[in-house]
């Protein structure tokens, strides 16, 4: 079975730009999380979507906004990049709003701004 | 504002002995916690947890320990072994309505054969 596959791996993105991170869940999965990593730190909660529906939300501003589809899979769309923005964005999938062990990770989008 | 702490960047042990992670939180309202391991260009894959009504979770190799009154967690590994080898990080979760972990920074396990 396939695990959480996010797109793209790498990304580099001049400041001021908009960026799309894609993120599929494992099948049967209706709960997506978004988080991100900058170096040094640990993951960092932006949004949870479940059953398309907005279930949570991080501290972090409105350039960022996400939404999920019908077939459960995510995207995180981020506007006006900022060199702070350069990170690693997780995308985690679970099949419920499960506790922490229901959730799976993907291997991450490596955004770098420039 | 970190909630949850670890506070050692980094350890390094000998293959065959134990390795202790630590972790401490300040928010009361978490009532599970969880142990994740990452290793380069993955993501965080689970390894362990435990709720906050039990003290001690056992699975394998890997123990974890809850000092509610400290507010202290602690990771450990018996015997280490080099693939254990990576980033590990405590994360905390509040009671249900908040489904969103809260990580700690890491501690990056070195086990040397």
């Known amino acids: 079975d396939a695990g959480v596959t996010q797109s793209p791996t790498h990304l580099i993105k001049t400041r001021g730009q908009h960026v799309t991170l894609r993120c599929s869940p494992i099948?049967?999965?209706?709960?997506v999380s978004w988080y991100q990593q900058v170096l040094g730190q640990g993951p960092q909660f932006i949004f949870q979507?479940?059953?398309?529906?907005e279930r949570g939300r991080g501290n972090f501003p409105d350039r960022f906004s996400a939404r999920q589809f019908p077939n459960y899979s995510s995207e995180l769309n981020v506007n006006a990049l900022l060199l702070g923005d350069s990170a690693l964005y997780l995308c985690?999938?679970?099949?419920?709003?499960?506790w922490g062990n229901g959730y799976t990770f993907g291997s991450g989008t490596r955004l770098t701004v420039v | 504002d970190q909630q949850v702490k670890q506070n050692s960047p980094s350890l390094s042990v000998q293959e065959g002995r134990i390795s202790i992670l630590n972790c401490d939180y300040t928010?009361?309202?978490?009532?599970?916690f969880l142990w994740y391991k990452k290793y380069p260009a993955e993501g965080p894959t689970f390894l362990i947890s435990?709720?906050?009504?039990?003290d001690k979770n056992e699975d394998g190799r890997f123990t974890v320990f809850l000092n509610k009154s400290a507010k202290h967690l602690s990771l450990h590994i018996v015997p280490s072994q080099p693939g254990d080898s990576a980033v590990y990080f405590c994360?905390?979760?509040?009671?249900?309505?908040?489904?969103?972990?809260?990580f700690g920074k890491g501690t990056k396990l070195t086990v040397n054969p």
């Open positions: 985690a999938s679970s099949w419920d709003r499960a």
């Open positions: 099948s049967g999965h209706k709960s």
């Open positions: 979507y479940y059953e398309k529906e």
């Open positions: 928010n009361s309202m978490f009532d599970y």
């Open positions: 435990i709720s906050s009504i039990k």
């Open positions: 994360a905390a979760m509040g009671q249900s309505g908040s489904e969103k972990l809260v």
